[in-house]
């Protein structure tokens, strides 16, 4: 039996603009030499001209090789409505069953690698198996902080996440008339950005109105509490490798 591996990874948990993504990978454990090969690291550590290019190489050898990715796009009016019912572990646990589960079970898969978000590592497994149907009982989970810098496939899932929202970014970049900057809070550019999000009667869709960035500038220009998100509008989404590559 060819046994596979899944490695899940996120990018965006801190940001106060922008999606949080998650992806999982899975590929054949006689393919980690090719992820290897074509670079494949903690997205963190490369650049990103030499990300994209190992990106571009992940998807190609995914559609080659017949290797599966999945990734979440979590929007910043999900992340600010589960804000409301729950945490970010919380909501980061379900995004990473929902990236396993659009991967699919399957009998071969041999464990699955996770970068756990939780401070308590053990614990970030467990709740994710929990969400996970019975099929997956079986499936050992592995979860470890910077799981990225120790496995390849899990390294793999952090480039597909980063450049994920790195293209998220830049199309917001792309719809306004100023910078956005890195969508972090210790960025000088992001803070300028917040400021001119939060001018209307709103804060801007894509900002995270329940971190403490936004709560402050709002009272600062508007002297009342930032407005509470309702619970419209249309908030994860996936999309498929032909969409990523055009």
């Known amino acids: 039996m060819n046994s596979t591996i899944i490695g899940v990874d996120e990018a965006g948990r801190g940001p ?19 992820l290897e090969e074509i670079g494949v690291k903690d997205s963190k550590k490369i650049n990103k001209v030499k990300r994209l290019e190992i990106f571009q190489s992940i998807i190609n050898n995914s559609k080659k090789r017949k290797w599966k990715i999945s990734r979440i796009i979590c929007s910043a009016s999900e992340i600010d409505r589960e804000m409301k019912k729950s945490n970010l572990n919380q909501l980061e646990v379900k995004l990473f069953a929902n990236a396993i589960e659009e991967i699919g079970f399957s009998k071969k898969i041999i464990h699955i690698n996770v970068d756990a978000c939780d401070v308590d590592e053990m614990r970030f497994g467990k709740n994710i198996k929990k969400l996970l149907g019975n099929r997956w009982n079986q499936t050992e989970i592995i979860s470890k902080h910077k799981m990225d810098e120790i496995d390849l496939v899990t390294a793999a899932a952090s480039i597909i996440a980063k ?10 970049n792309d719809s306004t ?9 210790s960025d000088l550019i992001t803070r300028n950005a917040v400021k001119k999000m939060i001018v209307d009667k709103y804060p801007h869709s894509e900002l995270r109105w329940s971190w403490k960035t936004v709560k402050e500038e709002w009272v600062q220009t508007h002297n009342k509490p930032v407005p509470i998100r309702d619970e419209l509008g249309k908030s994860m989404g996936q999309k498929s490798l032909d969409e ?3």
């Open 177 to 185: 008339d100023f910078e956005i900057g890195s969508g972090y809070p």
């Open 244 to 246: 990523w590559t055009k």
């Open 16 to 34: 106060v603009i922008g999606p949080l993504v998650v992806s999982a990978v899975k590929i054949p454990n006689m393919d980690i030499k090719i």
């Open 163 to 172: 450049v994920t929202r790195d293209s998220e970014i830049e199309k917001l």
